[in-house]
């Protein structure tokens, strides 16, 4: 059999392939291999491309579909639920046995026993990554499968073995320019399905490194094949012939070697242990290989140029959108850039307030990249925010309080030694004001006795905010240098300016889960804080399905629980709160035994180590409708709670959200 020739033109309307450089030898069997098209099947190529792009759709769809019913059942079960605590009797429990099943052994499953966040540690400071849930190593084991078998569907059958290396080369070269697309659509900070789809960012990212180095590995086979026929030709002259003579394979081996220097620095501990580091670096190298690529087909007039160009659009129209969002947010002519306060607080953390320039949409939840360049110039970081609210405008209020639980808290928390320590009103509560300043033995007055008879349900659709703060707590890098920094002032506390992006993630509200659960591990509370907020305003204007909260926070020692006093503060002096929320705090290692007291009210404290199974198993028999529970948190933390809701699916109706940064 004749060895086959692809056809000249890649597409229709295409034109040739050119700039392949000089060759010595054309009489060689394995020349017309060696560049261009010569023995690439592009129709076969096209034909592969287009069943992936359908898959793709085809997973989004179903994604979407899961997405809808979900949010169309929560709004559902929501408006059903905000009578009676018996409307909520029906959602108590799953009426199709399968659904539970496969959220245990599927959606909430991690690959094996327990383990999913916890992360293999080499020592203190590297650590080799986390293990991906059970359904997102199907997932990426299809793709990667999906993917080999692309490039092994080739002509077995023809003569020259030169014809079968060249098909191969065309393959893996049209399969990695196309999983250009999702890798850099998954890297996006504000990619579009995030929105679309409620599925983190957290896993983006996670699908983003295997989509890449599954393009680098087909990238590098891509170049191989290209060099075997090419040596086979002429030998190594031929090779630096075609490098020194052919700008398209130039920059083609630019290309390749880049990702493979991206693929060398990516392993976690190298990310881990130098992120900000490796993140420019990553950035530099991507934006270079990408170039390469580009050039590479543009010269060669190869077909697949379209799908660089798209990436390239992709990315830069999110780096325009968040350069001009972070503008807005944070610049204005009048008011000049958003100022930033740090102060430091016991247990190695600070609190970092941003005052914005222009109002912000907050959602609980959410989280946001905070950029301080007197530290760390351009790089940013995602925190979640503790606290969000607009700047006090009406009288002080005096009310009575029930104070978060300490031994001494003067003398164990610094309240008495820190005057800055003033709890501050929101505007999303039901009583709004300027500063309070609240003894913890103060009572109400007449007047506001009379005021809280009525509750404030004139909750804005849309709250925005102008101020909102986040707890950073000191690891290293940027965290231990803004603490160290605001540690060595006067009174531990000092500004800058900086900015803010976002907001990010936030997707559930909880408002339509009878019972939530909040789980917080150390400086994971941040996440919490903000539902719990939410949830009690929701349900003093009865416009919410929650009827009960606990609050479960886990921490190594009571100056943790200075991070978020203030806010707990005006949590635990919120309206109706009594009747809904509880909170439990565990502190791990007590200086001494009196240090934890357990009170009998709904704040308590315990000394010791969380342990969610046993508290799930007490709450899911006193449940109220549907349970929704939360965790932020160390990954083996997380992995407990994990755990702990997998083994009560059974008795009823619960989700389980976990909020994570594991890139």
């Given at each position: 059999?004749?060895?086959?020739?692809?056809l000249?033109?890649?597409?229709?309307?295409h034109?040739?392939?050119?700039?392949?450089?000089?060759?010595l030898?054309?009489?060689?069997?394995?020349?017309?291999?060696?560049?261009?098209?010569?023995?690439?099947?592009?129709?076969?190529?096209?034909?592969?491309?287009?069943?992936?792009?359908?898959?793709?759709?085809?997973?989004?769809?179903?994604?979407?579909v899961?997405?809808w019913?979900?949010?169309g059942?929560?709004?559902?079960?929501?408006?059903?639920?905000?009578?009676?605590?018996?409307?909520?009797?029906?959602?108590?429990?799953?009426?199709?046995?399968?659904?539970?099943?496969?959220?245990?052994?599927?959606?909430?499953?991690?690959?094996?026993?327990?383990?999913?966040?916890?992360?293999?540690q080499?020592?203190?400071?590297?650590?080799?990554?986390?293990?991906p849930?059970?359904?997102?190593?199907?997932?990426?084991?299809?793709?990667?499968?999906?993917?080999?078998?692309?490039?092994?569907?080739?002509?077995?059958?023809?003569?020259?073995?030169?014809s079968?290396?060249?098909?191969?080369?065309?393959?893996?070269g049209?399969?990695?320019?196309?999983?250009?697309?999702?890798?850099?659509?998954?890297?996006?900070?504000?990619?579009?399905?995030?929105?679309?789809?409620?599925?983190?960012?957290?896993?983006?990212?996670?699908?983003?490194?295997?989509?890449?180095?599954?393009?680098?590995?087909?990238?590098?086979?891509?170049?191989?094949?290209?060099?075997v026929?090419?040596?086979?030709?002429?030998?190594?002259?031929?090779i630096?012939?075609?490098?020194?003579t052919?700008?398209?394979?130039?920059?083609?081996?630019?290309?390749?070697?880049?990702?493979?220097?991206?693929?060398?620095?990516?392993?976690?501990?190298?990310?881990?242990?130098?992120?900000?580091?490796?993140?420019?670096?990553?950035?530099?190298?991507?934006?270079?290989?990408?170039?390469?690529?580009y050039?590479?087909?543009?010269?060669?007039?190869?077909?697949?140029?379209?799908?660089?160009?798209?990436?390239?659009?992709?990315?830069?129209?999110?780096?325009?959108?968040?350069?001009?969002r972070?503008?807005?947010?944070?610049?204005?002519r009048?008011?000049?850039?958003?100022?930033?306060?740090?102060?430091?607080l016991?247990?190695?953390?600070?609190?970092?307030?941003?005052d914005?320039?222009?109002?912000?949409?907050?959602?609980?939840?959410?989280?946001?990249?905070?950029?301080?360049?007197?530290?760390?110039?351009?790089?940013?970081?995602?925190?979640?925010?503790?606290?969000?609210?607009n700047?006090?405008?009406?009288?002080s209020?005096?009310?009575?309080?029930?104070?978060l639980?300490?031994?001494?808290?003067?003398?164990?928390?610094?309240?008495?030694?820190?005057?800055?320590?003033?709890?501050?009103?929101?505007?999303?509560?039901?009583?709004?004001?300027?500063?309070?300043?609240?003894?913890?033995?103060?009572?109400?007055?007449?007047?506001?006795?009379?005021?809280?008879?009525?509750?404030?349900?004139?909750?804005?659709?849309?709250?925005?905010?102008?101020?909102?703060?986040l707890?950073?707590?000191?690891?290293?890098?940027?965290?231990?240098?803004?603490?160290?920094?605001?540690?060595?002032?006067?009174?531990?506390?000092?500004?800058?300016?900086?900015?803010?992006?976002?907001?990010?993630?936030?997707?559930?509200?909880?408002?339509s889960?009878?019972?939530?659960?909040?789980?917080?591990?150390?400086?994971?509370?941040?996440?919490c804080?903000?539902?719990?907020?939410?949830?009690?305003?929701?349900?003093?204007?009865?416009?919410?399905?929650?009827?009960k909260?606990?609050?479960?926070?886990?921490?190594?020692?009571?100056?943790?629980?200075?991070?978020?006093?203030?806010?707990?503060?005006?949590?635990?002096?919120?309206?109706?709160?009594?009747?809904?929320?509880?909170?439990?705090?565990?502190?791990?290692?007590?200086?001494?035994?009196?240090?934890?007291?357990s009170?009998?009210?709904?704040?308590?404290?315990?000394?010791?180590?969380?342990?969610?199974t046993t508290?799930?198993?007490?709450?899911?028999?006193?449940?109220?409708?549907?349970?929704?529970v939360?965790?932020?948190?160390?990954?083996?933390?997380?992995?407990?709670?994990?755990?702990?809701?997998?083994?009560?699916?059974?008795?009823?109706?619960?989700?389980?959200?976990?909020?994570?940064?594991?890139?």
């Amino acid at each position: 059999m004749a060895p086959r020739y692809a056809l000249p033109s890649a597409s229709p309307g295409h034109g040739e392939a050119g700039d392949y450089g000089q060759v010595l030898n054309w009489s060689a069997a394995a020349t017309p291999f060696s560049h261009g098209l010569g023995g690439v099947d592009q129709d076969m190529n096209w034909l592969l491309s287009n069943i992936m792009i359908i898959t793709f759709c085809v997973v989004l769809a179903v994604v979407l579909v899961y997405r809808w019913l979900h949010r169309g059942k929560s709004y559902l079960r929501k408006i059903m639920s905000l009578g009676r605590e018996s409307d909520q009797r029906y959602w108590m429990h799953e009426h199709n046995k399968l659904w539970p099943r496969v959220k245990k052994h599927l959606l909430y499953a991690p690959l094996g026993h327990t383990r999913h966040n916890r992360e293999f540690q080499i020592s203190n400071a590297i650590g080799i990554g986390t293990l991906p849930s059970r359904f997102h190593t199907i997932l990426l084991v299809l793709y990667l499968l999906s993917n080999t078998a692309y490039c092994l569907i080739l002509d077995y059958g023809h003569e020259s073995e030169y014809s079968v290396i060249a098909e191969l080369r065309g393959r893996t070269g049209q399969l990695a320019a196309l999983n250009l697309i999702p890798t850099v659509l998954f890297a996006l900070r504000n990619n579009p399905l995030i929105r679309f789809t409620g599925v983190s960012y957290d896993t983006f990212n996670l699908l983003h490194r295997w989509c890449a180095r599954i393009l680098i590995l087909e990238a590098v086979v891509h170049t191989i094949c290209w060099a075997v026929n090419t040596h086979r030709a002429a030998g190594s002259a031929q090779i630096a012939l075609t490098l020194a003579t052919s700008t398209s394979y130039q920059w083609g081996m630019v290309a390749t070697c880049t990702f493979s220097c991206i693929f060398l620095i990516t392993p976690s501990p190298f990310r881990h242990a130098f992120y900000e580091t490796f993140l420019n670096t990553h950035r530099i190298l991507v934006m270079l290989a990408l170039a390469g690529v580009y050039v590479h087909l543009d010269k060669a007039n190869l077909p697949q140029l379209p799908y660089v160009k798209l990436a390239f659009a992709l990315w830069g129209t999110e780096w325009l959108w968040r350069s001009l969002r972070i503008c807005y947010l944070n610049v204005s002519r009048r008011r000049g850039l958003t100022k930033v306060h740090i102060e430091a607080l016991p247990g190695e953390a600070c609190r970092v307030t941003f005052d914005l320039r222009r109002p912000w949409t907050y959602t609980p939840g959410c989280h946001v990249h905070a950029y301080i360049p007197m530290m760390s110039l351009w790089s940013s970081h995602p925190f979640s925010i503790a606290w969000a609210e607009n700047r006090p405008k009406s009288p002080s209020l005096e009310i009575e309080m029930e104070k978060l639980p300490s031994h001494n808290p003067s003398e164990v928390m610094g309240i008495g030694k820190r005057p800055s320590l003033v709890p501050q009103q929101s505007t999303y509560s039901t009583k709004t004001g300027k500063r309070l300043s609240i003894p913890s033995t103060v009572k109400e007055t007449a007047a506001n006795k009379q005021t809280h008879q009525l509750p404030n349900t004139s909750i804005p659709r849309e709250a925005t905010v102008t101020s909102i703060s986040l707890i950073m707590r000191a690891r290293s890098g940027l965290t231990r240098q803004i603490y160290e920094r605001a540690s060595k002032h006067p009174g531990g506390t000092f500004s800058t300016w900086g900015a803010i992006e976002g907001p990010y993630g936030g997707h559930e509200s909880f408002t339509s889960y009878g019972t939530v659960i909040l789980f917080a591990g150390g400086v994971g509370i941040t996440h919490c804080v903000g539902y719990a907020h939410h949830l009690l305003t929701q349900y003093a204007a009865g416009t919410c399905a929650t009827k009960k909260i606990l609050l479960v926070w886990s921490v190594p020692n009571t100056e943790c629980l200075e991070w978020v006093r203030v806010w707990m503060d005006e949590i635990l002096r919120m309206e109706h709160r009594r009747e809904v929320l509880r909170i439990q705090l565990f502190v791990t290692k007590p200086r001494h035994r009196g240090e934890v007291m357990s009170n009998t009210g709904s704040v308590q404290m315990f000394p010791g180590r969380c342990n969610p199974t046993t508290i799930l198993e007490k709450e899911m028999p006193e449940r109220i409708g549907a349970m929704g529970v939360t965790v932020c948190g160390p990954g083996a933390f997380a992995d407990s709670v994990r755990g702990a809701v997998r083994g009560v699916m059974n008795q009823g109706a619960i989700d389980f959200i976990e909020e994570a940064f594991t890139y």
